[in-house]
């Protein structure tokens, strides 16, 4: 994006789920780049550490770091509470963080079934409400972004793509829901980028990834990898572009992915 702030952002508050690192960090460290008041949400103090310094670096207003696990209901909604009476303009929420055990349901637990519900489906939900319900109070313009995945489209999808399925279901239900409300709801579907969702793999899941780099002819420490695992910063500017569009237009869904897939 241009090296030029943004006036739509200014004086705005953005709150960023799983800013610690990967795709939340470079949507935080963008929206926070172009003048907005970001709060960013995530377990990791050390990422978000890094995330306001890297804001700050970036020429952005102080951002506001909050430490909360999101597998527990309340903490999320109350903080979308307070940035909504506390701030002038609660512009936008970003429901971005999620974790990811792809293994088939029959090499699955019930642990890591409930985790990937827990964050991937229910703190979307309880952002995205209260996020409506703090906008709604004010009465101004805003924004539900929610961050989906293309294994939400896969014809064997497993828990994790059932999970990212719900978060299309969201977006669909609460677009309906607010047509009378100048509050516009999103869901960016994101093929493969670069974040830390691969620390829950396990050793199956690795050896597949591996394989099927392998049936493209791709070397995993090869320049040619970025084809295949994208720049979080590709998606950070795809949230900025939806963020910049009026609020008589309802940019509904957008799918962005690297060029190569590993699986159609």
């Known amino acids: 994006m241009s090296d030029l702030k943004s006036e739509i952002f200014k004086g705005k508050a953005v709150v960023v789920t799983g800013a610690s690192s990967g795709i939340g960090q470079?949507?935080?460290?963008?929206?926070?780049?172009?003048?907005?008041?970001?709060?960013?949400?995530?377990?990791?103090?050390?990422?978000?550490?890094?995330?306001?310094?890297?804001?700050?670096?970036?020429?952005?207003p102080p951002a506001t770091p909050v430490s909360i696990?999101?597998?527990?209901?309340?903490?999320?909604?109350?903080?979308?509470?307070q940035v909504g009476s506390d701030h002038p303009h609660l512009f936008a929420v970003i429901n971005n963080a999620g974790v990811m055990y792809p293994e088939p349901i029959m090499e699955g637990t019930f642990e890591r079934w409930q985790a990937m519900l827990d964050?991937?489906?229910?703190?979307?939900?309880?952002?995205?409400?209260?996020?409506?319900?703090?906008?709604?109070?004010?009465?101004?313009t805003g924004h539900?972004?929610?961050?989906?995945?293309?294994?939400?489209?896969?014809?064997?999808?497993?828990?994790?793509g059932i999970s990212k399925k719900a978060a299309e279901m969201i977006g669909e239900?609460?677009?309906?829901?607010?047509?009378?409300?100048?509050?516009?709801?999103?869901?960016?579907?994101?093929?493969?980028?670069a974040t830390k969702l691969s620390r829950g793999f396990n050793e199956q899941s690795l050896r597949n990834i591996a394989g099927n780099l392998e049936k493209l002819g791709i070397d995993r420490t090869s320049p040619e990898i970025s084809r295949i695992v994208g720049d979080p910063q590709?998606?950070?500017?795809?949230?900025?572009?939806?963020?910049e569009q009026p609020i008589d237009i309802n940019l509904h869904e957008v799918f962005i992915r690297p060029p190569i897939s590993t699986k159609a």
């Open 26 to 60: 470079s949507i935080a460290i963008e929206l926070g780049r172009c003048g907005a008041d970001v709060w960013l949400v995530g377990q990791s103090e050390t990422g978000l550490a890094e995330t306001v310094s890297a804001i700050a670096d970036a020429g952005g």
């Open 69 to 81: 696990d999101l597998s527990q209901r309340g903490p999320l909604a109350a903080l979308i509470a």
């Open 119 to 140: 964050i991937n489906v229910m703190a979307q939900l309880e952002g995205s409400q209260a996020a409506v319900k703090a906008m709604r109070a004010r009465g101004k």
């Open 144 to 160: 539900v972004i929610n961050i989906g995945s293309v294994q939400g489209r896969f014809e064997e999808p497993g828990v994790y």
């Open 173 to 193: 239900t609460l677009r309906k829901e607010l047509e009378h409300d100048d509050i516009r709801v999103a869901t960016v579907i994101l093929g493969g980028f």
């Open 234 to 243: 590709h998606v950070a500017n795809v949230v900025h572009y939806i963020l």
